[in-house]
């Protein structure tokens, strides 16, 4: 089996988890079942992960934190990919000061880790929703995109069937859209599952710092936080959200990976 | 040394504090838009005076025009006054100085840790590629890689540290017996200490510079001179060290000044995992509670480390890569 069959199986497997979530899950994920007896209980056929020390089930709690750890990670990407595009190209096309100036932006935005760029407005934001931290991830998720998709653009830009389409007097936003994004896509794909492997990294770092998802919404970062008291007693509750965490990156960089390896034979 | 190297750096440094100077900006205007002052949460709670809050903004100049307010802020923190803290009631500066030697201890370690093992992996991959152990490293290597920074510490704490009681739990020395040890028994003590999270923060770095590493040896073993190398008969040790290898490195050199502002991040959650008390976890809980003082710090502190880092890269590569030392 390839990287790619392996990584788009477990993708499959986790975006079906996630939907089906509701469905799947025992218990209703924020329920305290019973807590003078039913902390920390080891896995068991009606718990099958067991429970944590707040006496919620585990496997609905990571199950129902697939659904927001991914939920959260695509939505972050798309936002990521729909900037980082649109800046691309204006950027390619336009070229100039113009494109001078946003590469700058670009180059110095790339030198500071995301984890800092993403704290800062974190840090000065009231009240941390969720669309709020799809909007912080999606935001600082962008900008290795553009340097991408700008870097193809300009290379096209001197391709001669976009002169001659520009001889025609073809409008350049059909010119982009018809003649340009479709050669673009491979390359932005790749880039796009990657990133979703590393904003699920991200939002669970800074869940497990408690300024990511609110509780008690089940996010495999807080759920981590929530077994660090009881490693020893509870191995599970950290273990479980950890094993989560670890299969859902690592199966969207085995895609990116096999995907690029598939464009482009000779960069494995 | 030559002029050019200072001119090179003396422009970077210039454009360093220029980033600096930007970053500080961008925090007092974002700290600005958002609604309200640090004092907006007192003026709910009945018990304070009206009167009372108009004399705390007033001393603390938050009544003044942006503009003013601005103007002293950078006043202050060119001569090095970053305000005091609201949750810990003492300088900002005094919190720095006692947390950032302990991030840059636990940065230089990790450093140490990355490269050693990262480079020990990417050429022990490198020269056999294709084989089992190849591929075996691989997947050691992009497991690690896939795994979040603060949960691979807890495994290493959880076993290491509670289980087999290996290594202390957390902290940076030992709370009762540090102070009454030799000079010797003292460092060994903050060794101890050091050791999980370094390894964690060393470890997972390492997995991506493994990566890298295994991919440049790889390109340069198919270069000419590498051919060349083999086809006079020399020992094949010879050829991947001294031709291979001296090439392969350049690359990864220049990751290791760029290593230290992602080491830095990484360590914000690290430290928090072993309660190490350094500037990522004093930065994690200072935005937890909202302490805007050392938020600010903290971010013109990763700022400069940027700075550095970068700096540090460029240097890295001219000194391994004579070709650029007339770039600037």
């Not at chain 1, 880790?113 to 009240?127: G, I, N």
């Not at chain 1, 007097?169 to 796009?192: E, F, K, S």
């Not at chain 2, 807890?154 to 017996?177: A, H, K, M």
């Not at chain 2, 360590?267 to 909202?290: H, K, T, Y």
């Amino acid at each position: 089996m390839t990287r790619l069959q392996v990584g788009s199986g477990l993708v499959g497997v986790l975006l079906l988890l996630a939907v089906l979530a509701p469905v799947l899950a025992t218990h209703p994920p924020h329920v305290q079942l019973d807590l003078d007896a039913l902390r920390n209980a080891g896995p068991s056929l009606t718990h099958p992960l067991g429970t944590d020390p707040y006496s919620r089930d585990l496997l609905s709690r990571v199950l129902h934190g697939a659904r927001v750890s991914l939920g959260i990670a695509v939505l972050a990407v798309l936002v990521a990919v729909i900037v980082g595009v649109t800046v691309g190209v204006v950027s390619g096309w336009a070229g100039g000061v113009l494109d001078a100036v946003l590469m700058r932006i670009v180059d110095a935005a790339l030198a500071v880790p995301r984890l800092f760029t993403v704290l800062v407005p974190l840090a000065l934001w009231e009240h941390v929703t969720v669309p709020a931290i799809i909007a912080i991830l999606g935001g600082t998720g962008w900008f290795a995109m553009s340097r991408l998709v700008r870097a193809e653009v300009r290379a096209a830009r001197a391709r001669p069937w976009v002169a001659a389409a520009r001889a025609v007097g073809v409008p350049p936003i059909r010119i982009v859209a018809r003649h340009l994004l479709p050669n673009i896509a491979g390359p932005v794909i790749v880039v796009a599952t990657m990133g979703i492997g590393q904003v699920v990294l991200l939002e669970a770092g800074l869940s497990y710092l408690g300024l990511g998802v609110p509780q008690p919404l089940p996010s495999w970062g807080s759920i981590i936080a929530d077994g660090q008291p009881v490693l020893r007693a509870a191995p599970w509750v950290a273990g479980s959200a950890g094993l989560a965490l670890v299969a859902t990156v690592l199966a969207f960089t085995l895609v990116g990976d096999g995907l690029r390896e598939r464009l482009d034979p000779r960069a494995s | 040394m030559d002029t050019d190297l200072i001119r090179f750096v003396a422009g970077r440094l210039l454009q360093g504090a220029l980033v600096v100077l930007g970053v500080a900006t961008l925090v007092f205007v974002l700290l600005h838009l958002a609604p309200g002052d640090p004092l907006t949460v007192l003026s709910d709670a009945p018990q304070v005076a009206p009167e009372a809050l108009r004399q705390v903004r007033r001393d603390f100049g938050l009544d003044r025009p942006i503009g003013e307010q601005y103007v002293r802020y950078l006043a202050r923190l060119v001569q090095g006054d970053l305000g005091v803290s609201i949750t810990q009631h003492r300088p900002v500066t005094t919190a720095l100085a006692g947390a950032i030697p302990h991030t840059l201890l636990l940065a230089a370690a990790a450093l140490l840790v990355d490269f050693a093992v990262g480079i020990g992996i990417g050429v022990a991959q490198g020269r056999r590629a294709g084989t089992r152990t190849d591929r075996l490293l691989s997947v050691v290597t992009i497991t690690l890689y896939a795994t979040p920074v603060f949960a691979f510490g807890l495994l290493l704490l959880g076993v290491f540290g509670e289980t087999l009681g290996w290594f202390p739990l957390g902290g940076s020395v030992d709370p009762i017996r540090h102070a009454g040890l030799s000079v010797i028994g003292r460092a060994m003590d903050r060794l101890h200490h050091l050791a999980l999270p370094a390894l964690t923060l060393g470890l997972v770095a390492a997995a991506y510079t493994a990566r890298h590493q295994r991919s440049a040896l790889l390109d340069v073993i198919q270069q000419d001179f590498v051919r060349a190398a083999r086809g006079r008969g020399l020992a094949e040790h010879a050829v991947l060290v001294r031709h291979a290898l001296r090439n392969a490195l350049t690359p990864t050199i220049t990751l290791a000044g760029l290593a230290l502002p992602a080491l830095l991040s990484g360590s914000v959650l690290v430290e928090s995992v072993f309660g190490w008390p350094g500037m990522g976890r004093l930065a994690a809980e200072a935005i937890g509670r909202r302490d805007y003082p050392i938020v600010t710090a903290a971010a013109i502190f990763a700022a400069a480390m940027v700075v550095v880092g970068n700096l540090l890269a460029d240097l890295a590569a001219r000194a391994a890569d004579p070709r650029l030392r007339s770039v600037r």
